[in-house]
């Protein structure tokens, strides 16, 4: 008898962790390359990394940043591991992400940094109970860092009590 599709194990994810059982989702990425090959890489993630946009300024929203990781980027793709199942190019022309099934805790990262220097950037970036593809969410926690550099400051944690309040950690 044959397998289903569900039933076949991705590559690396034979033995799951309880850690990996509450924070562990999909991500689809689909990668165009110039040669007209449309190639797809699914993979499991523990943390959502959300880059803020080249300009800044305005005031966003998680939502807003969720949507920007979704949305199809054109031309350079920096940082991809990428080579064409077809032409094997290690250049690919269109990007395009999702993240698949909705994990149990859901963790977020703003990527703050300035890359090649070692400041960090102060968008305004509102948290949002709701985002485009996932159920309704709670939010139970926040880390922030205060300082102007990653060698200079302080993390701060915002974390919820039993009771449904927040409470402040220094």
Not at 16 to 43: A, M, P
Not at 120 to 144: H, K, Q, T
Request: net charge positive; aromatic share 8%.
């Amino acid at each position: 008898s044959q397998q289903s599709n569900y039933e076949i194990p991705v590559a690396g994810c034979v033995d799951v962790t309880h850690v990996e059982r509450l924070f562990s989702f999909w991500e689809d990425q689909r990668v165009y390359c110039k040669c007209g090959t449309h190639n797809q890489r699914i993979s499991a993630k523990l943390v959502l990394e959300l880059s803020l946009p080249e300009q800044g300024g305005e005031e966003l929203t998680v939502g807003d940043l969720y949507l920007q990781y979704c949305l199809v980027s054109e031309g350079k793709l920096d940082g991809l591991n990428f080579s064409c199942s077809h032409c094997s190019t290690r250049k690919g022309r269109r990007r395009q992400r999702r993240v698949t099934g909705n994990p149990n805790i859901l963790v977020l990262r703003v990527m703050r940094a300035v890359p090649g220097e070692g400041s960090l950037r102060r968008d305004r970036v509102r948290p949002e109970l709701r985002l485009d593809g996932f159920g309704s969410m709670d939010l139970w926690a926040v880390i922030y860092h205060a300082g102007s550099s990653f060698s200079s400051g302080h993390y701060h944690a915002v974390v919820r009590g039993a009771d449904g309040g927040f409470r402040q950690f220094d």
